[in-house]
């Protein structure tokens, strides 16, 4: 028999069932690095800011705090959005895919989510014989 995990089960819930989080939590497909792609986008204008990755500590930081803390591949550390330039980001909704395997953040953002100042990272218009940039940094 195949084991039943919780997502199938939600696959089957009534709108505004719940589920215990600790059952949901210890389900999730963290990779091999133990880590979790998360798409944050904007709660107001519902523009895709950026993309990064969370572990298991930075994710329970972001819900307990309602501010946005990553896991930094590059330094291999915590990664608190917004900590050194003041550009925050704030939790106003998180939800996990239905097979939990990547995360959804809603957020307020507080000045450019991108690190070359742009309101997102999403900024490289790609072509078949060009790439473009699409957006300019705020001031």
Request: aromatic letters at 8%.
């Amino acid at each position: 028999m195949v084991e039943q995990t919780i997502f199938k089960e939600m696959e089957r819930a009534a709108l505004g069932q719940q589920f215990d989080f600790d059952s949901v939590f210890a389900q999730i497909k963290w990779n091999q690095d133990g880590l979790l792609p998360v798409i944050t986008q904007a709660q107001q204008s519902k523009a895709i800011l950026m993309m990064a990755w969370m572990n298991q500590e930075a994710l329970l930081e972001t819900l307990k705090t309602q501010q946005v803390c990553y896991w930094s591949r590059s330094r291999q550390c915590l990664w608190r959005k917004g900590e050194s330039s003041g550009h925050r980001q704030y939790l106003t909704e998180a939800r996990l895919d239905c097979d939990g395997d990547c995360l959804l953040l809603m957020v307020n953002q507080i000045g450019p989510s991108c690190h070359t100042q742009r309101p997102n990272c999403f900024y490289l218009g790609l072509a078949t014989d060009h790439v473009t940039i699409l957006t300019e940094p705020m001031p």
